[in-house]
């Protein structure tokens, strides 16, 4: 596939030269759809603070409120696809704004709930909202930005949807502190009204112009795969892999993930996705990057959240802004990729994050412990915040520049698709791993407890700590067996999660290609009918 630079889009809007919007029109569109961006992430992982909170005020169940928080997700990544591919067609603006639309009067209707139903379904149409505006808010700085300004504003992107997960995170936290989980949804209105504001003024409108029809089956195909495989990764942990609900998930999603690559190879050229450009260096190197990148992240986040809450005994509020100085050092690195790429290359860059955040996981591995405390895994922290801010610019713009310009909106779903799925990846697995190792160390640690309260204690370290008293004098033993055992599965989880950066290395140093500059359809079989037109 050729990667000679394209002409640049045409947009709607004021421009000048050669119908390109100037630098500060180009700061505002960036500034609108990484708010826009921030406001769909803060979503994301605002309601995990509240989960006490939701069960109290709605008399939920433990299995209710993980539905509630996780609907939105799972809504979010089925639709990526197929809506990205609709922002194509009818105007990636008029997309956005609709997005924007809907997902706050979503969250107003949310944060106004009355009952565990009403909150299930805002969260499921501030998923389908949120589908709207991800992918779109990419595929705007790949299709408007000139390509000397693209990898830097790509780097920005990058970095608000790294870090606003935690910044999000923890204003959700102080919110939930100090008032109530209701106040959790202002922040997501509050930027949403701000980016509508925004888009409606400063946003370029463009679309691609097909002569193919949309394709439907693979679209269904792609929610089937995407539902089915991501309810497995989110039911198993909880429910176990063998249990009838999960082995649903994965058989459906297996067969809609097969369904999905034959119907596209079949549709070629009209297809919602060419699976054929995963032949390339790029794409595939982009994608398997950012999947193992986003799935250590996560599952990190598993770990770091009960270890500052069960172990050092922070609170909800502490324990989010424990985490902001990796959010802060992801942040920065991601607008330093850019420059380091362009001294560099993008391959030497994704390689440098990927051992910088390897490293980092080794020395939290090597380093933490129940009396060290956090000042015992800070480093390792900093390291791997750094490390994933590095990787993970290239492999965005790795994935963007694989596809034509002209089919940002899909090229930026795939991208979220893949974050999406190395997110549930890394929970499941690392999670699962933390469990084994906890429960494998506490077994020889609970000689003299009573059977029922060791049961509990086998559960997890919060449960042990919880069930303690019930031990008599062996309260504060197994307590400290409890945080022990705990910093034991730390370290599994965490040689496991090197020896997963130590391959993604090597295969980046052998893999990916030098270089990440965008396709166009020049020279291509798959996009010669598409052309790029204003609405």
């Not at 909202?129 to 780097?155: C, D, H």
């Amino acid at each position: 596939m050729s990667t000679n630079q394209p002409a640049p889009a045409t947009v709607d809007g004021a421009a000048h030269d050669a119908g390109e919007p100037d630098a500060r029109q180009l700061r505002t569109i960036l500034i609108a759809v990484c708010v826009a961006l921030m406001a769909v992430i803060a979503s994301v992982s605002g309601l995990n603070v509240a989960q006490p909170d939701l069960a109290v005020e709605f008399g939920a169940s433990q299995s209710t409120i993980l539905w509630i928080i996780n609907v939105y997700t799972l809504t979010l990544a089925a639709l990526l696809l197929p809506l990205g591919a609709i922002g194509d067609r009818l105007g990636r603006k008029p997309m956005l704004i609709t997005g924007l639309a809907v997902f706050g009067v979503a969250s107003a209707v949310a944060g106004l709930a009355p009952s565990a139903g009403v909150m299930l379904g805002a969260r499921l149409l501030s998923g389908v909202g949120a589908a709207m505006i991800m992918p779109i808010t990419l595929a705007v700085i790949t299709s408007t930005f000139p390509e000397e300004e693209r990898g830097k504003a790509i780097g920005v992107w990058t970095g608000v949807a790294g870090g606003g997960g935690i910044l999000g995170m923890f204003l959700s936290a102080a919110l939930v502190d100090v008032a109530s989980w209701r106040y959790l949804f202002i922040l997501p209105v509050v930027l949403d009204v701000v980016a509508l504001a925004m888009a409606l003024r400063s946003v370029p409108n463009s679309r691609e112009d097909s002569g193919h029809s949309f394709d439907t089956v693979g679209a269904l195909a792609s929610v089937l795969a995407v539902v089915g495989l991501i309810l497995a990764l989110q039911e198993g942990p909880e429910r176990g892999w063998s249990a009838p609900a999960t082995v649903i998930g994965l058989v459906v999603g297996v067969v809609g993930a097969v369904c999905f690559v034959a119907w596209e190879l079949r549709r070629r050229e009209a297809s919602l996705l060419d699976v054929r450009l995963f032949r390339e260096r790029g794409l595939a190197g982009g994608s398997i990057a950012l999947l193992v990148v986003f799935g250590v992240q996560a599952g990190i986040f598993v770990v770091l959240f009960p270890f500052f809450q069960a172990v050092l005994g922070w609170s909800g509020l502490l324990s989010t802004l424990a985490l902001m100085p990796m959010a802060v050092a992801m942040m920065a690195s991601s607008g330093l990729a850019p420059k380091l790429t362009a001294r560099l290359n993008a391959r030497t860059t994704m390689a440098v994050g990927i051992a910088l955040a390897g490293a980092g996981l080794a020395l939290m591995a090597l380093v933490v412990s129940v009396d060290g405390g956090y000042l015992s895994i800070l480093p390792g922290m900093l390291a791997m915040g750094t490390g994933m801010g590095l990787s993970m610019t290239p492999s965005t713009e790795a994935i963007t520049g694989s596809l034509p310009i002209e089919r940002q909106g899909v090229a930026s779903a795939l991208n979220d698709v893949t974050r999406e799925f190395g997110t549930a990846l890394g929970v499941a697995l690392l999670g699962s791993l933390l469990s084994a190792g906890y429960r494998g160390a506490i077994d020889g640690r609970l000689d003299g407890i009573p059977r029922h309260t060791a049961d509990t204690a086998r559960d997890g370290v919060a449960n042990a700590i919880e069930a303690a008293p019930g031990a008599g004098s062996h309260a504060r033993q197994l307590v400290r067996a409890a945080q022990q055992s705990f910093v034991d599965g730390w370290q599994q989880a965490m040689w496991a999660g090197v020896a997963v950066m130590g391959v993604l290395f090597l295969y980046v140093l052998l893999r990916a290609p030098a270089d990440t500059a965008p396709a166009t359809e020049a020279g291509t079989d798959t996009e010669a009918a598409e052309t790029l037109s204003p609405r």
